[in-house]
């Protein structure tokens, strides 16, 4: 698997592939293989056109962070996000349960395309109903996404309060907006 950027992203401590050297013995372990070009703040981006045309070719699967969120647990895209390839053909929308019942203005990257698109104010308190729309919304969370498949990954799901909100907003993207998603949680050990 290879694990890129179309913007930016961290540079792990192991499973960098600096290389084809690099990428080659990663694989070879049978681990995954995360590659970009090293930039400011501990930071990769993206690999040179043809390097990541030639990498995804070689990958069984290929992952590709399109649009970061400040490591805030949701976002609408500013107007040139997300950067998705043509290529891509499934675009996941993330988003962390941390963020409910909390203010829009604690939680939310580029706030004020946020309560524009929901109608709601920077103190508005973000609900389940509230994540669904902006995840559904082709100007949030679906945005560019046309006839690709598309999915939610709702994570932070480690408590049973999280998991029973992220519950009622997957039934939510379902019914409302017929949108499949999962839950998900990192145990301690898989934390950064």
């Known amino acids: 698997m290879l694990v ?22 990663l694989w070879a372990a049978g681990q995954y293989a995360v590659a970009g070009v090293p930039a400011e703040q501990g ?18 699967i290929v992952l590709l962070e399109a649009d970061g969120a400040k490591r805030m647990p949701c976002k609408v895209p500013a107007a040139h996000e997300p950067v998705l390839l043509p290529e891509s053909d499934i675009v996941l929308a993330v988003a962390g349960l941390s963020a409910l019942g909390r ?7 580029r706030l004020e395309q946020a309560c524009a698109l929901l109608c709601a104010a920077p103190e508005t308190l973000l609900t389940p109903e509230l ?4 995840l559904a919304s ?3 969370g679906r945005k560019l996404v046309r ?9 932070q799901a480690d408590d ?5 909100a992220g519950e009622q907003t997957l039934a939510l993207l379902r019914e409302k907006y017929e949108v499949q998603g999962v839950l998900t949680y990192f145990d301690e050990r898989e934390r950064a």
């Not at 930071?43 to 069984?60: C, F, Y």
């Open 4 to 25: 890129s950027t179309t913007t930016h992203i961290r540079q792990p401590g192991a499973h960098y592939a600096a290389d084809e050297a690099a990428l080659a013995a």
């Open 131 to 134: 994540l669904a729309r902006l």
């Open 103 to 109: 203010p829009l203005r604690e939680v939310c990257f």
């Open 147 to 155: 006839d690709r498949r598309f999915s939610v990954v709702l994570n």
């Open 43 to 60: 930071k990769l981006t993206v690999l040179p056109p043809e390097q990541l045309t030639r990498w995804m070719a070689q990958a069984d």
């Open 160 to 164: 049973p309060a999280r998991i029973a």
């Open 138 to 140: 082709e100007q949030g």
